[in-house]
């Protein structure tokens, strides 16, 4: 079945120690998203790529950095994680930008910071 | 500013019906997306809605009004696989998605 996949589940990171999400697609779709959620909030829109084009959100903190070397992956770094950054991270693609295509999400990675 | 506003819980019977409203305003509009969560999951989609008027797909409806700026997600037959939180997003001119915090549905017995 095509799909959404993240790794891991579930990562737990000290404080300010690196941590890379990762997320992969086989729906062939342009456009990867990477969202940030915490509890009883709405996802909130870090970064998406279409193609390999980069689109940073204004307010997305340089902390967070992401990369995706081909159509299928794309990693999330966060470089110093702080207590603020625990939440679930949701990866979701789309077929086109600019358009009405429904996001398909991954199952998220909850991130812990100790 | 762009904003969704949607309740934040609401309490139902199973086997009863629910409305979910949802009002937005955003910057342009390219339609409205209601999204199901379960907790700790990822949200899956539910409707799109860009037109005026009912979208019926089983015992899930949508409603949107354009002119309102307002949307309703219709839950018929509730089921206790039905408590999610239901999450209302809004296509904006630039085709990015403004999300509702969602609504938090608990079904009782």
């Known amino acids: 079945d095509a799909m959404v996949i993240q790794n891991p589940r579930y990562q737990v990171t000290q404080f300010g120690k690196p941590v890379t999400l990762s997320c992969s697609q086989t729906l062939n779709h342009n456009v990867m998203y990477w969202y940030q959620q915490k509890s009883s909030q709405a996802p909130k829109l870090l970064f998406h790529y279409y193609d390999k084009d980069f689109n940073n959100e204004a307010d997305t903190p340089d902390n967070f950095q992401s990369r995706r070397p081909n159509t299928s992956f794309c990693f999330l770094d966060i470089r110093s994680p702080g207590l603020g950054d625990a939440a679930m991270y949701l990866c979701a693609t789309s077929r086109e930008s600019g358009s009405s295509y429904e996001q398909y999400f991954g199952p998220g990675t909850r991130l812990t910071v100790t | 500013g762009q904003n969704i506003d949607q309740p934040t819980e609401m309490t139902a019977t199973e086997g009863a019906i629910v409305q979910i409203n949802c009002t937005y305003q955003t910057s342009g509009f390219n339609g409205l997306f209601w999204y199901q969560q379960h907790a700790g999951e990822a949200p899956t989609f539910l409707s799109y809605?860009?037109l005026d008027g009912l979208e019926e797909k089983g015992r899930f409806s949508s409603f949107l009004s354009r002119s309102k700026g307002y949307s309703y997600l219709l839950l018929k037959e509730l089921q206790m696989k039905d408590s999610a939180s239901y999450l209302c997003a809004a296509l904006d001119s630039n085709y990015q998605l403004i999300w509702g915090a969602g609504t938090k549905l608990i079904i009782k017995p």
């Open positions: 809605n860009v």
